[in-house]
C-alpha cells in the first residue's frame, strides 16, 4: 500500500509541477503579448 501512496504522491506533484508551469506560461502572455499585440495594432492602424 505505501508504493500506491508514493506513486500516487509522485503523479500529484508532476500534476501540480505541469499546472504550475502551465500558469505561469498564461500569466506571462497575457502581462506580455497581448499588451504587444494591441500596441502593434494601433501602430498599423495610425499609419
Same mark, same amino acid.
Given at each position: 500500500?505505501?508504493?500506491i501512496d508514493? @506513486?500516487?504522491g509522485a503523479i500529484r506533484d508532476v500534476a501540480? =509541477?505541469?499546472l504550475w508551469v502551465f500558469s505561469y506560461f498564461v500569466a506571462g #502572455? @497575457? @502581462?506580455v503579448a497581448v499588451p504587444l499585440y &494591441? #500596441? &502593434?495594432f494601433l501602430?498599423? =492602424?495610425f499609419t
Amino acid at each position: 500500500m505505501k508504493f500506491i501512496d508514493d @506513486l500516487a504522491g509522485a503523479i500529484r506533484d508532476v500534476a501540480r =509541477w505541469i499546472l504550475w508551469v502551465f500558469s505561469y506560461f498564461v500569466a506571462g #502572455i @497575457l @502581462l506580455v503579448a497581448v499588451p504587444l499585440y &494591441v #500596441i &502593434v495594432f494601433l501602430f498599423e =492602424w495610425f499609419t
